[in-house]
């Protein structure tokens, strides 16, 4: 199945009150391990790749050739989207270019006129190509490949100014952040969530940072219109975890255990159980088929 945007997916899981798992991936063994969990679970998927991650693999064009190849090889029959995350003006573009199927351009760092305008033309561009945009307001907290934020929380009139552009998705920040959630963290803002969901209509928000977030706060946001929802850091620590298990009981010394396909795929089961477990909690399970 050839690699989709995600307009069709976040319509069905808004109509559906469901959510479709945004999961990032690092390099082959990342995107395999979450491509055959979606194909096991028939739920739709969203592969997120980072500018910084891109770069890792050498390149948008890589990555997208490699996507369309292991999609193509692995037989996968569920929704598959190729997507940039945090992407800048240029490399949205470049992603458009590589044959990404669609791209998050954040413009949250601009004056509300700037990022306005330049979002205007990401969306032309890749409507023009058949891909689709996501846009944020308001800086999501933490850090991801040098965009920082605090954790700002959007105003729903700015989230409606954007949302009026054409963007496909909104990401909007509800007090969110990406990375580890600090003992002190005082929760998602819903109060403001529902302002921003009466303000956008049927618009699909996005919740970045999905690691750490208690379940009941993701049900909840996804019953307040969140459709999409982003997951790295968990995946990096389930790997990381992993990956120590094996170096510290030695079954590196084992036999041929330093063979990287052996000394990696505890790493990838444990990818698997982590997309397995947020996917029955957005509840996408069953949803491709």
């Known amino acids: 199945m050839p690699l989709v ?3 069709e997916m976040m319509q069905k899981a808004y109509e559906g009150h469901y959510a479709v798992g945004h999961f990032n991936i690092n390099n082959l063994e990342w995107t395999k ?5 979606a194909e096991e679970l028939k739920s739709p998927v969203i592969l997120g790749v980072s500018e910084g991650a891109n770069k890792h693999m050498t390149g948008f064009k890589t990555v997208a050739a490699m996507v369309a190849a292991m999609v193509e090889d692995l037989n996968i029959t569920v929704p598959v989207a ?9 490399g949205a573009k470049k992603a458009l270019a590589a044959g990404y199927s669609s791209v998050m351009f954040d413009g949250s760092h601009y004056d509300i006129d700037e990022n306005i305008q330049k979002t205007k033309e990401i969306v032309e561009l890749a409507h023009s190509m058949g891909c689709t945009v996501e846009a944020e307001v308001g800086s999501i907290g933490g850090e991801e490949d040098g965009v920082a934020g ?3 929380v959007a105003d729903p009139a700015q989230c409606k100014l954007i949302s009026d ?4 998705i909104l990401a909007a920040g509800i007090g969110n952040i990406h990375g580890q959630y600090p003992a002190n963290w005082q929760g998602l803002d819903f109060e403001t969530l529902g302002k921003i969901q009466a303000a956008c209509g049927n618009m699909p928000l996005v919740l970045h940072g999905g690691t750490g977030i208690p379940t009941a706060m993701i049900k909840k946001a996804i019953s307040l219109g969140v459709c999409k ?3 790295n850091t968990e995946c990096q620590l389930a790997f990381c975890a992993a990956t120590r298990s094996y170096i510290e009981a030695n079954k590196d010394k ?3 255990g330093f063979d990287p396909r052996k000394l990696l795929a505890p790493g990838c089961e444990a990818i698997k159980a982590t997309v397995r477990e947020k996917m029955e909690i957005f509840g996408s399970i069953g949803k491709a088929e």
């Open 82 to 90: 190729l997507h940039l995350d945090h992407g800048t003006y240029e």
């Open 33 to 37: 391990a979450i491509l055959q969990t």
């Open 229 to 231: 929802i982003n997951v």
């Open 254 to 256: 084992e036999k041929k």
């Open 5 to 7: 945007n995600v307009k």
């Open 165 to 168: 552009l054409g963007v496909d």
């Open 150 to 152: 605090k954790g700002e």
